[in-house]
């Protein structure tokens, strides 16, 4: 990674208000829908809760969301994750995949994660993640989050992401120039700000459920509520 880049990632996490901890979990209720936080409608619009087609940048990278699940679906959930975030790898290890296969892969919900990097190896990670394109985008997220621990909080972290890029396919010379792309740099903290300013992200992992902020508690019987209460 050039220096311009590594400065611009730090600049921009040192210029986010507010960021910080490693997970966000809420006191909740035996009531499922007082877990919502309100979000004005008119804020929400700027970050809507469809799919961003998104742009395709110099090096290849994809700018946009990437969504699971019907178009149709009746809910829509997005989550807020950093890819060194361990809550984050415990949600996508325990919980995603029943979500997954009784939500998703039933139509009932559509689901976009949203990089909202809180490092500077999150950062990297993200840039490799979209760094494949819209295709292998997922996959990139779900491998990053499930080998956390082997690059995440070592010193040589920048190694241990362009390593795992590599061994999901990336040339050196698309790595190479992702970290060099200043269009993707910026896609993704213009889109990790619009988070804190359009919902209050200021954790991972965060879940915006049919564009209001989920502020229950994060398991899957809690979670399930929710949705089934919107179906």
Known sequence: MTKRIIAGIAIALATAAGIGGAGATGAGSSTATQYIAPVD????????????????TP?????????????DAPVTIIEYASLSCPSCARFHAGIYPTLKSQYIDTGK????????????????????????????????VDQFLST??????????????ETIARQRGLAPQRIDA???DSALFQSINDRRKAGGAVFGVNSTPTLIINGQRYDGREDLLSLS???????
């Open 148 to 161: 956390q621990d082997q690059w995440a909080f070592g010193n040589d972290w920048l190694n241990g992401v």
């Open 41 to 56: 409608p008119a804020m929400a619009t700027l970050a809507p809760a469809g799919v961003y087609t998104g742009t395709v």
């Open 109 to 140: 919900v559509r689901f976009i994660v949203r990089d909202f990097p809180l490092n500077e190896s999150a950062f990297a990670a993200a840039i490799m993640a979209r760094c494949g394109g819209a295709g292998n985008y997922l996959s990139l």
């Open 59 to 71: 090096s290849g990278g994809f700018t946009g969301d990437v969504a699971e699940g019907s178009p």
């Open 178 to 180: 992702c970290l060099k």
């Open 225 to 231: 509520q929710v949705i089934n209460g919107l179906l």
